[in-house]
């Protein structure tokens, strides 16, 4: 199938894994967070980025004021989440629909009832001011300049008990001049068939611009959400990941692979798709939870054949065993007992970084080789790029890059009987042919650990002055043995103008930040074009 | 919806985890594994359990040997998968199938080639020798006395390529005697109005009894299946927690969950629906991969409410939040304590943990206060269910429940020259009126802090050496100050038969592990039955 289309208004893609994708358990976002998944989602290509509800949270509030002026979007619009007006005041008297203004979004998500029992129990007012309210609030923020959808929650379950009443709220929201009307399955228990009668219905009984919000609390939001465009919605509302709460939310990844690769439908800027599988795991690693194997399509299992009955034929031809070729998807087939990274990818990632390996298959195949050991062993280059160019330089010139050798280092964190905190490392190192032994404090242990190596090599290395550790994360691996396992760190570090990722892997927290923390002063002072002096 | 019509042969739920199922990466099971699972999925009352494919290896054949000696199958019947004869022979002189006989099983199913190229190229044989190979051992086993499934693999694809083709060998296999002819999206690349349309067309077509065998591949699986029984199928095959190659089959739960509960048709016997969340648990127990917590219906998340917004709302009415009541499917509502929930979550939470707040409205507030500090300070009380109920305790008691009190504490990881690592940690704890000073290494500095706290109070507390820390999770909080920031530890502990999580929150990890760490002991101990003794 093609995509011959252009993107265009004509079909929304609309990402809510910031507002609804963060309403799953265990998912907790800082504003930081927030920051970087937005820009991985204008990067994919969605229309359209719901950011939070402003105004609800102080967290919300300043992540449009800072979206608005860090990021520059290059495919996606920042959307704002609000309710409709409350009732028996002016939308304009509203101090929470003032908030969705001062956020600056251009465009506002209002969240109404259109249930009537919800109306009555849960808002508390009559029917015919809730579609006042509806009115209002939309007429309001359109005068104010602003493009506004409408979401029309628990629609499905409403239309179901009453739905002319759910039907009135549609057309009072596309008669006061929302741009789209979008119908929820909030509690997520409708199932394809219905969907797509009930979309059908209520866009030839009120000529609104349809969308689809689907929870997946029966496994079918994906269909679903698939089903309400065969019935005319040209919205789609997803969450990176299915993130949402309780079960979670339409996927946006199976839903737009479904748009492009089985519907033929232009839905994402072209050569989007292809970078579906490092944007699904970029996201999952800023959200701390590990990318589900089994993910239709990005799953790093997506595309894994246990060999046997189909071996020899899979060699003949793959597309007799593959739905769609995984490239298209920026995923790979793998064949069991295999490991993740095959030759093609480091080629590739080589090539990305700008280290030609060539037609040296020999040197490729020994870094596939290292980088499956040390996969094995925990590591993981997907999230640390610096450390795997690391590990390809040392491959490409014989010996690693180094700037300095650890002799021993040591980390004190205490607990004092005054309340009071200390946390003291020492390192000894040698560097510049000298050995030098530096002591220091810190916040913590790790640093104290990185403190007393700045203090250490500063002297030697004034550029490391400038870096500074942006981020930190720890993962547990082999999870059921709880601090007896093996702990991986990954670290973030800036020189002020650009980031890198270092990973570290041992027995314990410390360890393994001392290695993250080595690699990213290594490739740190690299990058400052400093040469390597240790061998 | 009711489910008033008895389950008999009319509708076949048909369970294939412990042969496609176990094509699942990561997944291997011993002949013991797949005695238990078969039990559970009897106990669940499947009308079949397809077990395996005897003669192709060793633990097959002995499966079923065993299975049919050792289990008083009560609801299913056991099958056997196996292959059509070999092109060119006689199917009573085809030693792969005499196995199929051999094994016992009363049913078998065998898998035929319905895609015209995947005949030529995997099969290398013509199209017509592959319809003789269909029917002469379709033919073969019904005057050997067993009833035979046909699954045609590739079927959507095939009926794409060439459908007369493809419908020849559905008719092939009814002509000749097969009870189900199984439509199989071998590929999993379909989607519901496809799957529905071929179904439906083939049925009228050939006359054939249909059934289902859907792949996840499009994350349409279940919806798949479902449209499938739209069609006129009569036959689902499905596997328990969708387990499968590549992304997964269909899973079993949300298909019998929607047929009983959306379709209200009895596909399962009375009461079984209800033990859908322990059976699934199960399972994912003895093929040892932890369940996945958002699985629609039967995940620990699928039915817990976050938002405060509706917590409120859910106290006058569940329903209105919830598409089925939970205990349908023996599952529970979860209130998540969170910075976006207020009273009416707080209250609820109690009542969970069973602890009336009754009407104290000041000590609610008092709760709702402390979440909401503590949770601006990082805390996240959603997975920290222990250390919420510490805390609930401490306000509706006036004091903190405590068992020690924590002198000093002091922590020290240590590189070597050598290589080797060292860690080592001191505590200084009082109890029962006694300080106490003990030392303990480990294999990182919280391990070693664990261990130390343990070799000081096992005397006085001896019920805290069955406590084990089974997870642990570190997590930066606002990001973009490195190790500068605040760091929050999730831990979870076991007894042996419960497991409890604890949070901590402090400038360092280490300091954030000791706090967890106390509350897991702290609630571990009160869980046992000791009183505290300190205040």
Redesign the interface.
């Known amino acids: 199938m093609t995509t011959d289309q252009p993107v265009d208004d004509s079909f929304h893609v609309f990402d809510t894994t910031l507002r609804d994708g963060a309403?799953?358990?265990?998912i907790?976002l800082?504003v930081?967070?927030k920051l970087t998944i937005a820009r991985h989602l204008d990067d994919f290509g969605v229309g359209f980025i719901e950011g939070g509800w402003p105004g609800a949270?102080p967290r919300d509030t300043e992540f449009f004021a800072r979206a608005l002026a860090e990021i520059d979007f290059q495919h996606a619009q920042l959307v704002a989440f609000g309710a409709t007006r409350r009732a028996g005041i002016r939308a304009a008297d509203d101090p929470q629909v003032k908030a969705l203004l001062d956020s600056g979004a251009p465009v506002i998500t209002l969240v109404a009832k259109s249930?009537d029992?919800?109306v009555e129990?849960?808002l508390r007012t009559t029917l015919d001011e809730n579609l006042a309210m509806v009115r209002d609030t939309v007429q309001y923020l359109r005068e104010q300049g602003r493009r506004v959808f409408v979401d029309c929650e628990?629609f499905f379950d409403g239309y179901r008990a009453n739905p002319e009443y759910a039907k009135a709220v549609v057309r009072a929201a596309h008669e006061a001049g929302a741009d789209v009307v979008v119908l929820c399955d909030?509690?997520?228990?409708m199932?394809?068939?219905q969907v797509q009668a009930v979309v059908s219905t209520v866009a030839a009984d009120t000529g609104a611009r349809l969308g689809i919000h689907a929870q997946?609390?029966?496994?079918?939001a994906?269909?679903?959400t698939?089903?309400a465009v065969?019935g005319g919605a040209t919205h789609v509302q997803c969450t990176a990941n299915?993130y949402g709460?309780?079960?979670?939310n339409a996927?946006l990844f199976?839903v737009v692979?479904?748009l492009e690769l089985?519907y033929g439908r232009r839905v994402l800027p072209e050569g989007s798709l292809a970078e579906m599988t490092r944007i699904s795991h970029a996201i999952a690693e800023v959200v701390?939870l590990t990318p589900s194997?089994?993910?239709?399509?990005v799953?790093v299992?997506?595309?894994?054949?246990?060999a046997g009955l189909?071996a020899?034929?899979i060699k003949?031809?793959p597309d007799?065993?593959?739905?769609?070729d995984p490239e298209l998807v920026g995923n790979t087939m793998r064949m069991?007992v295999s490991d993740m990274a095959g030759r093609a990818s480091v080629e590739l990632k080589g090539k990305e970084l700008g280290i030609d390996l060539g037609d040296d298959r020999e040197l490729v195949g020994r870094v596939v080789d290292r980088v499956k050991d040390r996969e094995l062993r925990g590591y993981t280059y997907e999230a640390a790029d610096a450390s795997f160019e690391l590990l390809l330089r040392e491959e490409v010139e014989g010996r690693p890059p180094r700037f300095f050798r650890?002799?021993?280092?040591?980390?004190?964190?205490?607990?004092?009987?005054d309340g009071s905190?200390a946390?003291e490392a020492t390192v000894?190192v040698w560097a510049d042919g000298e050995r030098i032994v530096a002591t220091a404090e810190?916040?913590?242990?790790?640093?104290a650990l990185?403190r007393a190596l700045l203090v250490a090599l500063e002297r030697i290395y004034p550029q490391m002055a400038k870096f500074?550790?942006?981020?930190?994360?720890?993962?547990?691996l082999e999870?059921?043995?709880?601090?007896?396992?093996t702990?991986r760190v990954l670290?973030?570090?800036s020189d002020g103008d650009a980031e890198w990722s270092t990973v570290g892997v041992?027995?314990?927290?410390?360890?393994a930040?001392?290695q993250a923390l080595v690699d990213a002063y290594t490739y740190g002072l690299l990058k400052a074009g400093v040469r390597p002096t240790e061998s």
Do not use: M
Request: proline fraction near 5%; charged fraction near 20%.
């Open positions: 309403q799953r358990e265990g907790n800082t930081a967070d949270n249930h029992r919800h129990l849960a628990h909030t509690n997520g228990g199932l394809p068939p997946d609390d029966t496994g079918c994906v269909a679903n698939l089903a065969d299915g709460e309780r079960v979670g996927n199976p692979a479904a089985k701390n194997t089994h993910q239709p399509y799953g299992s997506a595309f894994a054949h246990k189909h020899s034929a003949v031809d007799l065993y593959q739905h769609i069991l650890t002799e021993s280092w040591r980390a004190i964190a205490e607990d004092r009987p905190h946390n000894k810190g916040n913590g242990p790790v640093n990185d500074e550790l942006v981020d930190y994360k720890v993962r547990i999870g059921r043995h709880g601090t007896e396992s702990t670290i973030t570090t041992a027995e314990n927290v410390i360890a930040s001392w």
